[in-house]
């Protein structure tokens, strides 16, 4: 493999040219131009592992309810779980929650990248995009799209899922970012590999950049970048009985240690017989597939309305349905409710 450093673009041209297409083409984003650490943080944090359409509604939400970090530290969990509801990996929602007392109780954002770093949920990537955005710190922001952007123009074939690939992109990125304007040049690392060099039919017709690029040159556009082959997906089965009676029904919040920590379920069974709540079960749907990271659910949905309470492991609580909107729920919960 050519070493990336070696290019005969060289970083000055490859740098210029995507900063001109920035100029011309960056994507108009809300939280952009803003220099507020909180916006930008808030953002990158939803963005994680949200499409931009509907992060951006989500972040507008956000910033609606909780205004500045302060208003964010003094939320209770569930106001924050709530709103954060149908985003999922809700642990971004709990760190981010952490972070912000952090923050109030430092007296403010830090303002070096080792600082940022130190915020509950805040890595790498996240620090180098707030901190290049609020502060103008030169670090480079290296994320899916600009591992891909890089890869191709380079030719590199390191898999990106590697920590020899993660030090062979960041040490790049690094060397083509421009000190002066690290903001910008990360958000076009960003934009471009979002818009025009895609994982799929890139717009290599068009780059700025095409004169130069490896993958374009030998032909491996749809090959690069490299991952390693993906972990085993792991099948679970869960079984959710919603119980009614006397307008009210039982909810349990979900322990650490397993998926949707902190958020609120029904009557909850996995790998045990159905339990007798002292009435029938009827059966509202089955199999009801749910994907997650390395994961798929299927669920069984059961409705049981009891003349008489049944008696509940200590942890589920009676709630009268029509606050059940209070209380955030995962996705597929919302699903067994549209059953209903």
Known sequence: MQSPLSDNLGQT??????????????????????????????????????????????????????????????????EVLRLWQGLGYYSRARNMHAAARQVV????????????????????????AVGSMAFG????????????????HYGIDVPINTTRGKRTFEALAQELLPHDNASAFNQAMMDFGATWCTPRSPRCIDCPVADT????????????????????????????????HEGQTALHRRPAGDIWQGLWEPLFVENAPLPDLGCPLTLLASGVKHVLTHRILLADFYLAEPTEKPVLPADYIWVNEQDIDYYALPRLIERLLEKL
Request: glycine share 10%; proline share 4%; hydrophobic share 40%.
């Open 13 to 78: 041209g490859f740098t210029t040219a995507l900063l001109e297409w920035f100029a011309a083409y960056g994507r108009e984003l809300p939280w952009r131009g803003i220099g507020d650490p909180y916006g930008i943080w808030v953002s990158e944090v939803i963005l994680q592992q949200t499409r931009i359409e509907q992060g951006r509604d989500y972040w507008l939400r956000f910033m609606a309810a909780f205004p500045t970090v302060e208003a964010l530290a003094e939320a209770s969990e569930d």
């Open 105 to 128: 109780e430092q007296g403010g954002f830090p303002h070096t990248i080792e600082g940022l770093r130190a915020l509950k949920g805040v890595g790498d990537y996240t620090a180098a």
């Open 137 to 152: 710190l030169p670090a480079a922001a290296v994320d899916g799209n600009v591992y891909r952007v890089l890869a191709r």
């Open 213 to 244: 690029c490896d993958a374009l040159r030998t032909g491996r556009v749809n090959l690069l970048p490299v991952k390693e082959k993906k972990l085993k997906i792991q099948e679970r089965r869960f079984t959710y009985i919603y119980i009614r």
